[in-house]
């Protein structure tokens, strides 16, 4: 198991910038990717950006060129860096690990709210 402890939402203003952190604990050895997931309030949760072990990104096509993801390994951390947020990237963000099980492992959000 892997815990999951996500920072850095808030309320942001449309065109700001927010960073999102994942910390991780636990049996960190065990992740095979790690991801960001938000869920629009009365929506499904729907993938933001994924990164493999190996350093691979995918995007969400609504994020792309605005969101980046990145690691600190050192810190066992992966973070989101939201830029030119939108009133439609307002959601809780989700943290996710995937374990070389399969098991999927979730922190517990954290929300993201774009408004004036």
């Known amino acids: 198991q892997v815990q999951l402890v996500e920072s850095g939402g808030g309320l942001v203003q449309p065109g700001g910038s927010l960073r999102l952190s994942c910390a991780a604990s636990g049996s960190i050895f065990s992740i095979s990717a790690m991801g960001w997931y938000r869920q629009p309030l009365g929506r499904e949760r729907e993938l933001v950006a994924h990164?493999?072990?190996?350093?691979?990104?995918t995007y969400a096509y609504s994020v792309k060129g605005r969101f980046t993801i990145s690691r600190d390994n050192a810190k066992n951390t992966w973070n989101l860096q939201m830029n030119s947020l939108k009133a439609e990237d307002t959601a809780v963000y989700y943290c996710?690990?995937?374990?070389?099980?399969?098991?999927?492992?979730w922190g517990k959000g954290t929300l993201v709210t774009v408004a004036s």
């Open positions: 996710n690990v995937v374990l070389r099980n399969g098991m999927n492992n």
């Open positions: 990164i493999t072990s190996g350093g691979s990104t």
